[in-house]
């Protein structure tokens, strides 16, 4: 109920940015117009994101660019969802329910992810994560094919809809079964997915956004660059997990030492340990097309960095406490210490994050109302942008189909 309440209050100035616009103008009116390809499945940056722009697309027919809020709420319903499966997870791999609410704070206030409970679009993103928790709950039973992978395979299907951070979540999945030797079943989980993708990637997929020159990860320096990239990746989403500046080394240190003894195929352990490797390929993956925007400091990426290594970080601390007398209130203060450095995060993302700035929200406010009134001030060719993909032209458009009043 925190989390859900702060996750209300740090939207309560926020606003559209970006890629919110993309989908609001061309991808809305090309539905509008009956061309549902160019809509639903045309790349965005590269993924695939047809269910988060239906989602857009009916919300927008509904409550125009009148309510940002609404925009939040899949993504912050799913956010809420996401803390009950790591707390599934924990508790089903032995951990004491302790470590498990903390786990749960730890992900509840990850202010150093702010971006995917603030800008609307990155629903694409919690989606996969959402789905992917939830097909590994269902995927951790004995015995051979069920309805519950069934309903995981479907879920992995709806994923790779919801944007290509899927795949790497969908080779976690699969790792998870074939180190059971349940080959069968990670066949089932893995191809039909798979399949479905490439089918989309072959005739509408991209591998152009962010790649800058044809030598691109063709040389030992490209390979140096993704190694730097994940490396640098995990190294945030850590970070992240503890609000403490350089502790990831500390963090990978205190969760070796808690884990040596224990078997990677040992039902506490396998499961965390695939969802880390999924954490990896996620930064790899993501590297592959993004190593020459700098360093991964995207708040949505050390969002899912961050989630799928926090069981096996918590796991391993409380395996190296488990001697010790005062490990409860060392919990406890660790649980106090991320989730009050975490609100302090959140509320001071409200003050700087752009999707809260009010002079720009002001200065397109402005320009709507400018338009709205048949005022020429502002015309021009090419239309005046005031965020990226958002123009005269298409506030016009906008405002003639009432989704944009005054």
């Not at 990850?110 to 994560?129: K, Y």
């Not at 299907?157 to 944007?163: G, Q, S, V």
């Not at 990860?217 to 490396?231: D, M, P």
């Not at 060719?381 to 965020?387: A, I, K, R, V």
């Amino acid at each position: 109920m925190i989390s859900f309440a702060l996750s209300l209050w740090i939207n309560r100035t926020t606003w559209f940015l970006g890629d919110d616009f993309a989908i609001l103008t061309n991808r809305y009116f090309a539905a509008a117009s009956g061309n549902w390809s160019q809509a639903l499945l045309l790349p965005h940056n590269d993924h695939l994101v047809a269910l988060p722009v239906l989602v857009f697309i009916g919300l927008g027919h509904i409550f125009g660019l009148n309510n940002h809020l609404v925009y939040m709420l899949p993504a912050i319903f799913m956010h809420i969802a996401i803390l009950f499966a790591i707390a599934i997870i924990l508790k089903k791999r032995c951990a004491s329910t302790l470590t498990a609410v903390s786990a749960v704070c730890c992900v509840a206030f990850l202010s150093a992810g702010f971006e995917v409970l603030m800008m609307a679009t990155n629903m694409a993103h919690v989606a996969p994560i959402f789905l992917g928790l939830y097909q590994l709950i269902l995927v951790d039973h004995d015995g051979d094919i069920s309805k519950r992978d069934i309903v995981a395979m479907m879920l992995g299907a709806i994923a790779i809809l919801c944007a290509g951070t899927s795949i790497p979540l969908i080779v976690m999945i699969t790792l998870f079964l074939v180190l059971q030797r349940q080959f069968k079943r990670a066949a089932l989980i893995a191809v039909p997915p798979a399949t479905l993708w490439l089918m989309w990637f072959a005739k509408y997929g991209t591998l152009n956004h962010g790649v800058k020159g044809d030598t691109q990860f063709t040389t030992y320096n490209k390979a140096a660059q993704i190694a730097q990239y994940v490396i640098k990746g995990l190294q945030g989403s850590l970070e992240a997990i503890s609000h403490v500046g350089g502790s990831s080394t500390l963090l990978i240190i205190l969760c070796f030492l808690g884990l040596y003894k224990h078997s990677i195929k040992s039902k506490a352990i396998l499961m965390p340990f695939c969802m880390a490797v999924g954490s990896v390929m996620f930064y790899f993956i993501t590297g592959f097309s993004r190593v020459t925007f700098g360093a991964p400091v995207s708040s949505r990426y050390v969002y899912l960095g961050a989630i799928f290594i926090i069981p096996l970080v918590f796991i391993g601390i409380e395996s190296l406490l488990e001697q010790v007398a005062s490990r409860h209130v060392f919990t406890i203060v660790a649980t106090i210490w991320m989730s009050a450095m975490g609100v302090i995060g959140f509320l001071a993302a409200t003050e700087t994050a752009p999707y809260s700035n009010k002079a720009r929200i002001d200065t397109i406010l402005a320009a709507r109302d400018l338009v709205a009134s048949g005022s020429t001030e502002i015309s021009g060719t090419p239309s005046p942008t005031f965020d990226p993909d958002l123009t005269v032209d298409w506030i016009k458009r906008l405002i003639d189909n009432n989704m944009w009043n005054g």
